[in-house]
């Protein structure tokens, strides 16, 4: 076996066997809802103001899809993604 070979599996071996406790999870979800999730929201209105813009160009389905279709449904990915880690940290997440 190479020594690529070797380090993946013990890699594997170690995620296999890993175990996060209560407290970690709760760690990884304020993390999630305090820094991670503004810097989505974040680059979702950079990302949606673009597309408005270059929909302005398009025609048809394209501006269609451009100024309405992706904006909206990134920000409802979003919205769904920060609705369930509220409800998470609320049944969950001690202080």
């Known amino acids: 076996m190479s020594d690529w070979t070797k380090f993946r599996d013990a890699i594997e071996a170690d995620v296999e066997n890993m175990k996060l406790g209560e407290e970690a999870k709760q ?13 989505v929201d974040a680059w979702i209105g950079k990302l ?8 302005k160009e398009e025609t048809g389905w394209c501006k269609i899809r451009d100024a309405v279709v992706l ?3 990134l920000r409802a990915i979003a ?7 509220a ?7 001690t202080a």
């Open 48 to 55: 949606s103001a673009g597309l408005i813009e270059e929909s």
């Open 87 to 93: 409800k998470t940290m609320e049944k969950t997440v």
């Open 71 to 73: 904006p909206y449904a």
């Open 79 to 85: 919205y769904v993604g920060k609705q369930a880690l």
């Open 27 to 39: 760690e990884l979800t304020k993390n999630l809802a305090l820094n991670v999730m503004p810097a």
